[in-house]
Protein backbone atom coordinates (compact mmCIF):
# COMPACT_ATOMS: atom_id res chain seq x y z
CA UNK A 1 0.00 0.00 0.00
CA UNK A 2 1.24 3.41 -1.00
CA UNK A 3 -0.37 6.52 0.52
CA UNK A 4 0.27 9.91 -1.39
CA UNK A 5 -0.36 13.41 0.16
CA UNK A 6 -0.33 16.33 -2.03
CA UNK A 7 0.88 20.11 -1.20
CA UNK A 8 1.83 23.18 -2.58
CA UNK A 9 -1.79 24.13 -4.22
CA UNK A 10 -3.27 27.53 -3.50
CA UNK A 11 -4.20 30.69 -5.41
CA UNK A 12 -2.82 32.45 -8.27
CA UNK A 13 -3.28 34.95 -10.94
CA UNK A 14 -2.97 34.12 -14.48
CA UNK A 15 0.99 33.97 -15.44
CA UNK A 16 1.72 33.01 -12.13
CA UNK A 17 3.23 29.62 -11.13
CA UNK A 18 2.91 27.05 -8.53
CA UNK A 19 4.78 23.79 -7.79
CA UNK A 20 2.85 20.78 -6.40
CA UNK A 21 4.67 17.99 -4.59
CA UNK A 22 3.45 14.18 -3.72
CA UNK A 23 5.17 12.83 -0.39
CA UNK A 24 4.52 8.76 -1.16
CA UNK A 25 4.53 7.05 2.25
CA UNK A 26 7.31 4.90 0.67
CA UNK A 27 9.42 4.18 -1.77
CA UNK A 28 8.64 5.30 -5.12
CA UNK A 29 10.55 2.68 -6.77
CA UNK A 30 7.57 0.53 -6.08
CA UNK A 31 5.20 2.18 -8.06
CA UNK A 32 6.90 2.76 -11.79
CA UNK A 33 4.69 5.23 -12.89
CA UNK A 34 3.45 8.11 -11.34
CA UNK A 35 1.32 11.09 -12.63
CA UNK A 36 -0.73 14.30 -12.08
CA UNK A 37 -4.38 14.33 -12.38
CA UNK A 38 -6.92 17.36 -12.27
CA UNK A 39 -10.53 17.79 -12.46
CA UNK A 40 -11.91 20.76 -12.96
CA UNK A 41 -15.13 22.35 -11.58
CA UNK A 42 -17.91 20.11 -13.08
CA UNK A 43 -15.57 18.13 -15.25
CA UNK A 44 -14.48 14.73 -15.83
CA UNK A 45 -10.56 13.93 -14.17
CA UNK A 46 -8.16 14.39 -17.18
CA UNK A 47 -4.51 13.41 -16.98
CA UNK A 48 -1.77 16.18 -17.05
CA UNK A 49 1.61 14.49 -16.81
CA UNK A 50 3.17 11.09 -15.96
CA UNK A 51 6.74 10.16 -15.47
CA UNK A 52 8.60 6.43 -15.00
CA UNK A 53 9.84 6.42 -11.74
CA UNK A 54 13.15 4.83 -13.31
CA UNK A 55 14.40 6.16 -16.25
CA UNK A 56 12.72 9.27 -16.11
CA UNK A 57 10.41 9.60 -19.45
CA UNK A 58 7.52 11.95 -19.14
CA UNK A 59 4.60 12.60 -21.03
CA UNK A 60 2.02 15.34 -20.99
CA UNK A 61 -1.16 16.62 -21.95
CA UNK A 62 -1.25 19.16 -24.81
CA UNK A 63 -3.09 21.44 -23.19
CA UNK A 64 -0.05 21.94 -20.28
CA UNK A 65 3.11 20.64 -22.78
CA UNK A 66 5.77 23.76 -22.48
CA UNK A 67 4.02 25.28 -19.41
CA UNK A 68 4.09 22.61 -16.63
CA UNK A 69 6.86 20.56 -15.62
CA UNK A 70 6.76 17.07 -13.89
CA UNK A 71 9.92 15.14 -12.07
CA UNK A 72 10.72 12.94 -8.90
CA UNK A 73 13.28 12.79 -6.19
CA UNK A 74 13.36 8.54 -5.48
CA UNK A 75 15.50 9.78 -2.78
CA UNK A 76 12.85 11.83 -0.86
CA UNK A 77 10.07 9.50 -2.23
CA UNK A 78 8.49 12.92 -4.05
CA UNK A 79 7.42 13.59 -7.29
CA UNK A 80 6.54 17.53 -7.88
CA UNK A 81 4.93 18.88 -10.34
CA UNK A 82 6.26 22.66 -12.00
CA UNK A 83 3.21 24.93 -13.23
CA UNK A 84 4.48 27.86 -15.14
CA UNK A 85 2.10 30.11 -16.80
CA UNK A 86 -1.16 29.44 -15.22
CA UNK A 87 -4.15 30.11 -17.12
CA UNK A 88 -8.32 30.08 -15.60
CA UNK A 89 -8.35 27.08 -17.27
CA UNK A 90 -5.63 25.09 -14.99
CA UNK A 91 -8.17 25.55 -12.47
CA UNK A 92 -9.01 22.25 -10.70
CA UNK A 93 -8.79 19.75 -8.14
CA UNK A 94 -5.02 18.09 -8.95
CA UNK A 95 -4.73 15.00 -7.77
CA UNK A 96 -1.16 12.79 -7.63
CA UNK A 97 -1.71 9.32 -8.62
CA UNK A 98 1.23 6.09 -8.32
CA UNK A 99 1.03 2.76 -9.94
CA UNK A 100 2.65 -0.46 -10.96
CA UNK A 101 2.00 -0.15 -14.70
CA UNK A 102 5.36 -0.97 -17.26
CA UNK A 103 4.20 -0.82 -20.49
CA UNK A 104 5.59 0.49 -23.13
CA UNK A 105 3.46 3.20 -24.29
CA UNK A 106 3.87 6.50 -23.06
CA UNK A 107 0.68 7.96 -23.83
CA UNK A 108 -0.47 5.70 -21.39
CA UNK A 109 0.67 7.56 -18.45
CA UNK A 110 -2.36 9.73 -18.51
CA UNK A 111 -4.64 6.75 -18.43
CA UNK A 112 -6.20 6.82 -14.54
CA UNK A 113 -7.25 3.41 -14.80
CA UNK A 114 -3.61 2.44 -14.79
CA UNK A 115 -2.61 3.59 -11.46
CA UNK A 116 -3.34 2.17 -8.17
CA UNK A 117 -2.92 4.75 -5.65
CA UNK A 118 -4.10 8.46 -5.23
CA UNK A 119 -3.89 10.89 -2.85
CA UNK A 120 -6.35 13.09 -1.79
CA UNK A 121 -5.57 15.71 -3.82
CA UNK A 122 -5.18 19.69 -3.63
CA UNK A 123 -6.74 22.80 -4.71
CA UNK A 124 -5.23 24.87 -7.59
CA UNK A 125 -7.34 28.56 -8.31
CA UNK A 126 -6.15 30.83 -11.13
CA UNK A 127 -7.86 34.14 -11.63
CA UNK A 128 -7.68 36.34 -14.87
Known amino acids: QVQLVESGGGSVQAGGSLRLSCAASRSTGSSKIMGWFRQPPGKEREGVAGIRTFGGSTYYADSVEGRFTISRDNAKNTVYLQMNNLQPEDTAMYYC?????????????????????WGQGTQVTVSS
Open 97 to 117: AAGTWTGGAYSLLLEPNLYNY
